[in-house]
């Protein structure tokens, strides 16, 4: 995975990003923001439309992450099981990073 640096507005939808993962470098664009609750974000690389979706809801001293990806177009079409498991696994990994770093913060 990579990391997404994001630019323009401070908040809400609108603000551009790029985002650098598995070697391609994703211009994601967000759809919705809502700090500390919701975030939802976008992008197209080589014929793949991919849409995110992250909740995080507070649970006593943890915090819940839920997260929805949708991959669509030609490629998709073309290979499907393949790049399910590419979703999957990416989801993951995402999810493993980020519980990593957070439990690295005091």
């Given at each position: 995975?990579?990391?997404?640096?994001?630019?323009?507005?401070?908040?809400?939808?609108?603000?551009?990003?790029?985002?650098?993962?598995?070697?391609?470098?994703?211009?994601?664009?967000?759809?919705?923001?809502?700090?500390?609750?919701?975030?939802?974000?976008?992008?197209?690389?080589?014929?793949?439309?991919?849409?995110?979706?992250?909740?995080?809801?507070?649970?006593?001293d943890r915090v819940v992450v839920r997260t929805e990806e949708s991959w669509s177009g030609a490629p998709v079409d073309a290979a499907p099981e393949e790049l399910a498991t590419a979703l999957r696994t990416s989801l993951e990994s995402w999810l493993d990073r980020l519980k990593a770093r957070a439990e690295q913060t005091p």
């Open positions: 995975m990579g990391r997404l640096v994001l630019s323009g507005r401070r908040r809400g939808s609108g603000r551009r990003g790029r985002e650098d993962a598995h070697g391609l470098t994703i211009t994601s664009t967000i759809h919705e923001l809502l700090p500390g609750q919701r975030i939802v974000w976008g992008g197209t690389v080589e014929g793949i439309v991919g849409i995110h979706a992250w909740a995080f809801e507070q649970n006593g």
